[in-house]
């Protein structure tokens, strides 16, 4: 059925505020990278790619090593992050396509309502937008349709006259593709999946009609967000705010601008995340100017590991070079093992946070029953622990376990262990090259001596063996 994007209502909520004067509460900052593995950044010494901005945030904070998001892929992570609640706890917590319905239950606490409920002014800008008094978004993501920014559920700059359509089961009569006109691909030509709309000559996923003079530009879409950032900064410095900035890069298509373009020498991916450590060294300095570094909580992380070839021929594997996105990892984006879902995460507060490096597991499932300690009072939230100490570099306890999940399958890491149960599915994502982890055998690591998981210990472990199924299964009962 074809839908008139006119008044665009995707998956958000939105949540009045009452606005206070300012506060001696600090404000928070999440800036969420998108496909940023745990060897895209320079501070983990791991690949060769330098980041600089990413890097001042480790110098002056806290590292994690051992921080993982919920899932590898990027919509269940997302909703962990909000949440607090594991992804496989809800069924339509998976890749959402533009024109999808509500998944998070308005009943649901989210981080966004724990800081509107202490008098903070909040906002998402960038990827994704739940439970926010602001929001400045993409409908869905970079490679998908529609390819528009939504501002507080409405399509911005979207002319009544023009209305769009969007579909994501059949195209529009008439309409051109991928496939039916070839030539519009004048930017980045598809490798898998992405031939269906063509629009700034990318070809995306799904259908669209109409709406021209709403429709993005790629190329400067980092500064259209960044220049929200800017205002909403502005519009809130006098009262305690909550930021959720949502970087699209390094997700496909990598359309870098032009100031980016060739200065990783590793093609359009290196590009992007050279334009995203620049979007976060553009934060810390304006709000260093702003004199709110010592009064700001900035977490940085990525919602699942790093893939490659993920749809379009950019020369992410060939101009790769020494590069290692995953570090010392094995799998990446869409994996059950340890690239999949650890992640790049630290945490920075300008004289309130001393630097140094954690080796705790925490996992993004807790940052907001942390957030909720930072500002009012609780333990727990959902699934999610309270470790506001740990990141505040106060203690070194962290998670003992977690559950983590990758395309509708899960496994469990416990302490320094890491058990995948026995899975049908294939054992390598052909199109993007990346091990899943899936097996009908049952796998077992020791991650303090094998960390690239070489190494399975299921037949020699066996009493450990027995002891994390028993322990998988009681934790993912439904």
């Known amino acids: 059925m074809k839908k008139a994007l006119g008044f665009l209502c995707l998956v958000s909520l939105f949540i009045s505020c009452s606005k206070e004067e300012k506060t001696q509460t600090p404000n928070v900052i999440i800036i969420y990278a998108d496909d940023l593995g745990y060897g895209d950044v320079s501070a983990y010494e791991s690949g060769t790619l330098h980041t600089p901005n990413i890097d001042r945030l480790a110098a002056g904070g806290i590292k ?3 921080a993982y998001a919920t899932s590898a892929t990027c919509t269940p992570s997302r909703f962990s992050l909000l949440t607090g609640i594991y992804p496989w706890r809800n069924e339509r917590a998976r890749v959402l396509a533009g024109d999808a319905p509500l998944l998070i239950h308005p009943d649901t606490t989210t981080i966004a309502d724990i800081f509107s409920s202490a ?10 937008h739940l439970g926010f008094d602001y929001s400045y978004i993409m409908a869905a993501t970079n490679d998908r349709v ?7 559920k409405m399509v911005e700059n979207l002319s009544p006259d023009d209305p769009l359509y969007v579909n994501y089961q059949e195209n529009f009569e008439g309409e051109p593709t991928a496939i039916s006109n070839p030539e519009l691909m004048t930017k980045i030509k598809w490798q898998h999946g992405h031939n269906m709309s063509v629009h700034n000559g990318i070809p995306r996923i799904g259908f669209m009609k109409g709406g021209k003079s709403a429709l993005w530009t790629d190329e400067t879409m980092y500064e259209i967000f960044l220049n929200e950032v800017y205002s909403f900064i502005d519009a809130n410095r ?44 553009q ?30 021929y950019d020369d992410a594997v060939e101009k790769l070079g020494d590069h290692t996105p995953r570090g010392p990892l094995r799998g990446g984006k869409y994996s059950l093992f340890e690239a999949g879902t650890r992640v790049p995460f630290i945490t920075y507060w300008k004289g309130k946070i001393n630097p140094g490096t954690s080796d705790e597991m925490i996992s993004q499932l807790d940052i907001a029953a942390s957030m909720k300690s930072l500002i009012s009072s609780g333990e727990s939230h959902y699934d999610g622990q309270n470790f ?9 306890k962290g998670r003992e376990e977690l559950v983590i999940q990758a395309m509708g399958r899960t496994a469990l890491r416990w302490k320094n262990w890491a058990y995948l149960p026995a899975n049908q599915g294939p054992a390598v994502v052909q199109h993007v090259n990346n091990e899943t982890g899936f097996s009908m055998e049952e796998q077992l690591y020791d991650l303090s001596r094998d960390l690239g998981q070489n190494q399975n210990l299921a037949e020699t472990e066996s009493e450990m063996l027995e002891k994390l199924r028993n322990r998988y299964l009681e934790l993912t009962k439904r």
């Open 388 to 396: 506001l100490n740990m990141l505040l570099g106060k203690e070194q």
């Open 146 to 152: 529609p390819t528009v920014y939504v501002k507080n």
């Open 64 to 66: 994690f090593t051992q």
């Open 238 to 281: 006098q009262k305690p705010f909550f930021l959720y900035y949502g970087l699209h890069e390094p997700h496909v298509p990598r359309v870098p601008n032009e100031k980016f373009v060739g200065k990783s020498g590793m093609g359009p991916r290196g590009d992007a995340i050279l334009e995203a450590d620049y979007c976060v060294g």
């Open 283 to 312: 934060l810390l300095d304006k709000l260093g100017k702003d004199g709110l570094l010592e009064n700001t909580l900035i977490i940085f992380s990525s919602d699942n590991g790093p893939v490659l070839n993920d749809g379009y």
């Open 119 to 128: 008098g903070y002014s909040t906002a998402v800008i960038g990827k994704w």
